[in-house]
């Protein structure tokens, strides 16, 4: 009697439990359902899913990878499809590079008599090489445009700026406003030029100019000792130039690791025609006439301010790192400050309107160069996946330690990680300890 009874309370708990999960089930879909037709609803009130402003490899990638994941994109290019890496960094001056790295072997008679090779005189067409850097970047720039036209992002040859209102850009050419439920600021960088230096990107000229290698010099002073730099320097010793270093601080490669410095001078620098003066500015650059008029530089004790020397070159390359492009962006119109001209963000790529004010602004996003965080292409990828991520909602932080950093000289540098100095100031601070391990490859 009793079992039969606890049967019947069983199979009637059982159906109750069934009843109450086939109600939660309908309910957990019904209320999917209504979402996804809320989100649907509210993407249909604006104009595109996802609009970026800026076509640089971070903007391309924010883009492709927003269209893997169903998003509306369109992108505002500026005109400059590939940004700075494609047209006026990374891929002319690794072609430049190649063809430097290739002369460099070629020269090299004692290395290649010990394979048994005898060469006579290397000679090179600079319009050639030039054009061939040119060329390139061209192509891959054709390519990068036809990939997003080919998975439906829509391509507006334009600049564009964000307003007054939130969820709105125009397109400066037109005067058009678009509405997106979320914005990619990706603007890049350009070339900073330190004031008292007149760069006519002819015999003074930024690394803008400098990739056209309209000339070479016989004689170049290179203003900083950074990625920049170094890999011009690689070129030019590479085609016969002469090179002399000016850099600010007292010893030249200042933001690599000391390990690196040290080799880098014993393998770059010092069996190379390359000189240096350290802890000068070139407070004054005017431009020359090539073959005809002089470069000159005066510089002047970084502590003192006082004259030292004035250099005359036949060309002068601007290396003293970038700033952000973000004039004209509509950023004071939006109530966004910037810090030294970065864009403030948080560590989802979210824009924040001040820096110590850590709320995000709704839907607004900015990744590469123009948040300052790391001042790499492949970081600006790695930031525009990252915040398309949080976008469609898996929430995602780019952890800028594990991006590692290159020099294409030869030999070529890379790091990962913190720099030694960095990991002692680290160290010091949060009160451990750290050791040091230094392995050889021969």
């Known amino acids: ?159 564009g700026s964000v307003t007054d209102k939130l969820h709105e850009v125009k397109v400066v050419s037109t005067g058009k406003i678009l509405t997106a439920k979320n914005i990619i600021l990706a603007p890049g960088s350009i070339p900073f030029v330190p004031r008292g230096i007149q760069a006519d990107e002819k015999t003074v000229f930024t690394s803008d100019g400098g990739l056209k290698l309209e000339f070479v010099p016989q004689y170049v002073a290179i203003i900083g000792s950074g990625y920049i730099g170094l890999e011009f320097s690689d070129v030019y010793t590479a085609l016969g130039s002469e090179v002399t270093f000016i850099e600010a601080v007292d010893t030249l490669m200042p933001t690599f690791d000391p390990e690196i410095r040290r080799l880098a001078d014993r393998l770059l620098i010092k069996p190379r025609a390359i000189d240096s003066r350290v802890g000068v500015f070139a407070s004054e650059v005017t431009p020359g006439i090539p073959g005809v008029k002089p470069v000159t530089i005066k510089m002047i004790d970084a502590k003192t301010k006082e004259h030292v020397e004035t250099l005359e070159v036949d060309a002068c390359l601007v290396a003293t790192g970038r700033v952000p492009n973000t004039l004209g962006l509509g950023l004071e119109a939006a109530g966004i400050e910037t810090d030294r001209g970065f864009i403030q963000v948080n560590d989802k790529m979210q824009v924040v309107k001040k820096k110590d004010d850590p709320a995000a602004v709704q839907g607004l996003y900015c990744i590469g160069d123009a948040n300052g965080k790391y ?44 720099s030694e100095e960095q990991v002692k100031a680290k160290a010091a601070q949060e009160g451990f300890q750290y050791g040091k391990s230094i392995g050889h490859f021969r």
């Open 1 to 159: 009697m009793h079992s039969a009874r606890a049967t019947s309370l069983l199979i009637f708990s059982s159906c109750i439990l069934n009843t109450f999960s086939y109600l939660s089930f309908h309910s957990q879909v019904r209320s999917r359902q209504f979402r996804s037709f809320l989100l649907q609803a509210e993407a249909s009130t604006y104009d595109y899913d996802l609009i970026i402003v800026g076509c640089g490899v971070g903007g391309h990638g924010a883009a492709l990878h927003a269209r893997a994941n169903g998003l509306k994109t369109a992108v505002l290019t500026g005109n400059d499809v590939g940004g700075t890496c494609v047209n006026r960094g990374c891929v002319p001056s690794k072609a430049l590079l190649a063809a430097a790295g290739r002369i460099r072997e070629m020269k090299d008679s004692h290395h290649l008599k010990s394979f048994g090779i005898t060469l006579g005189d290397v000679s090179f067409d600079r319009s050639a090489v030039a054009n061939h850097a040119s060329q390139l970047a061209n192509r891959v720039k054709v390519n990068l445009e036809s990939s997003l036209k080919s998975q439906g992002v829509d391509v507006i040859e334009s600049k």
């Open 375 to 418: 001042m790499l292409a492949h970081a600006a990828s790695a930031q525009g996946i990252s915040a398309v991520e949080n976008i469609v909602g898996r929430p995602h932080v780019v952890n800028h330690n594990h991006i590692p950093a290159a020099c294409f000289t030869h030999p070529e540098i890379a790091f990962v990680g913190l």
